[in-house]
């Protein structure tokens, strides 16, 4: 077993290859029933912030969260067990490259999955195969 050390967590493969797994099936189950290739800048844009930025991995958790029902930032915190400001950051960086959509403001606004993504979701299954390698080369950023 081999520890992954996360800023101030250190968690181990194990754990993240059964997570990485689980998101996975659920990707492919959903976009089974979607039969569209992704265009060659979506799924750029989609490595780039899973893959080939700090934070991709907890993005990518986001995102599975979110597929499953809108939550607002402080739930999303509490449901990853993560600091309420690094979740804003996240939700920033995913807001600003259109991945969701914002409904209300300031404190209580809910985040859904945007139409985008949602049409690209098979794309997602790309981004994860990727991660898998990434784990068993290099540090991987919580």
């Known amino acids: 077993m081999v520890l992954i050390h996360f800023y101030n ?3 181990s493969s194990d754990m993240m290859e059964t997570q ?9 189950s959903k976009s089974e029933s979607v039969n569209r290739k992704p265009d ?7 490595l780039y912030l ?5 934070g991709g991995y907890t993005r990518l958790k986001i995102i599975i969260n ?7 930032t402080n739930q999303l915190s509490k449901e990853l067990g993560l600091d309420y400001k690094a979740i804003q ?3 920033k960086i995913l807001e600003k490259n259109n991945l969701v959509t914002k409904v209300g403001e300031k404190y209580g ?3 859904y999955l945007s139409n985008f993504l949602e049409v690209n979701i098979t794309a997602l299954g790309e981004v994860i195969e990727k991660l898998e390698r990434n784990m068993n080369s290099k540090k991987v950023y919580y």
Do not use: C, D
């Not at 990485?20 to 492919?28: G, M, P, T, W």
């Not at 899973?50 to 700090?54: A, E, L, V």
């Not at 979110?66 to 607002?72: G, I, Q, S």
């Open 9 to 11: 967590y250190v968690v």
């Open 20 to 28: 990485l797994l689980e998101f996975k099936s659920l990707i492919n």
């Open 40 to 46: 060659r800048a979506t799924r750029k844009l989609l």
């Open 50 to 54: 899973f893959t080939g930025t700090k």
């Open 66 to 72: 979110l597929e499953a029902r809108p939550f607002n």
């Open 89 to 91: 950051h996240h939700m």
């Open 109 to 111: 606004a809910i985040f």
